[in-house]
């Protein structure tokens, strides 16, 4: 199993540009989830999914926006990327009640 | 509202040292509880973890966690750790039944060789 992969591990935008971060999933889980880790504050959660077709946001998700149309995959969309979105974004999936296993992170910097 | 608190944010030890992380939640139900950890340039690993039973839960790499309730507390220890444990140690909660993990800060921990 590969278990959470993610896509790419980092990315320089602009200010303004748009840009999708992919995820996807082996472990046939229901549960998705994205979050940001900025420097002193841990991770917050911007979006999960309890399944395919069922989205819900979480703390921090203004600028966002996700979609779940397969269980493997759910991937984090940014329409107008800002600055304060500077950061390590983290996609981690699990069964219900259980550990969430997370991806490698994609780095994103946005100038 | 529901917080995690790590009062460590940088520790720093010398290899063979004991180590003790606090953590510390503001829940009012019954939780689920975790340790992850994060090597420099890697993605969160799980330490351990609590759900019920025996509050002493042990976990990968020698580490050991103890639960109390009274304390709303879920201290990290290792009686000596090693070079190779410097990494960012995160403390997470949830309520048992619902999905949305809680993290605290983190506490960066430095091991000299």
């Known amino acids: 199993n590969a278990g959470v992969t993610q896509t790419p591990k980092f990315r320089i935008l602009k200010i303004g540009q748009s840009m999708t971060l992919q995820c996807a999933q082996d472990m046939n889980h229901n549960y998705m989830y994205w979050y940001r880790q900025d420097p002193g504050m841990g991770l917050k959660l911007i979006y999960y999914?309890?399944?395919?077709?069922?989205?819900d946001k979480g703390e921090v998700p203004n600028g966002y926006n996700v979609s779940r149309s397969t269980t493997e995959d759910f991937p984090l969309r940014l329409e107008l990327a800002a600055p304060s979105q500077t950061s390590v974004y983290f996609c981690?999936?699990?069964?219900?009640?259980?550990?969430?296993?997370f991806g490698p992170g994609t780095r994103l910097l946005v100038l | 509202a529901q917080s995690v608190s790590q009062h460590n944010h940088h520790v720093i030890l010398s290899e063979a040292a004991s180590l003790e992380l606090g953590c510390n939640y503001s829940y009012g139900g019954t939780v689920n509880l975790f340790w992850y950890v994060q090597y420099p340039g890697q993605h969160l690993q799980l330490l351990l973890k609590?759900?019920?039973?025996?509050?002493l839960v042990k976990g990968i790499k020698g580490f050991e966690a103890e639960f109390i309730k009274s304390k709303f507390s879920f201290n990290l220890r290792k009686p000596s750790v090693q070079w190779s444990d410097t990494a960012e140690y995160f403390c997470a909660v949830t309520l048992t039944g619902f999905q949305k993990l809680v993290f605290g800060t983190g506490t960066r921990l430095l091991v000299s060789p």
């Open positions: 981690a999936s699990s069964d219900a009640g259980e550990t969430q296993y």
């Open positions: 609590y759900f019920s039973g025996d509050p």
């Open positions: 999914s309890v399944g395919a077709g069922i989205t």
